[in-house]
């Protein structure tokens, strides 16, 4: 997960890849620089709520 700021909102930016395949998604978290206890929060209850956009890689490449 990265944080960045893409004013005037940060956004919360999820990688993962596993075999073949690498997804991505996003979550707009707001105007407030998130604390740490919110991205923490986050992650432990909004999880389900991302929706990761699938890529099929070749040779397993990015």
Not at 10 to 17: D, G, L
Not at 30 to 50: F, H
């Amino acid at each position: 997960m990265t944080i960045i700021f893409e004013p005037p909102f940060y956004k919360a930016i999820f990688e993962r890849s596993f075999d073949s395949v690498y997804e991505v998604g996003q979550l707009n978290l707001g105007p407030a620089e998130p604390k740490t206890c919110d991205i923490y929060r986050l992650v432990n209850t909004s999880w389900k709520e991302i929706d990761f956009f699938r890529q099929q890689l070749k040779n397993n490449q990015f």
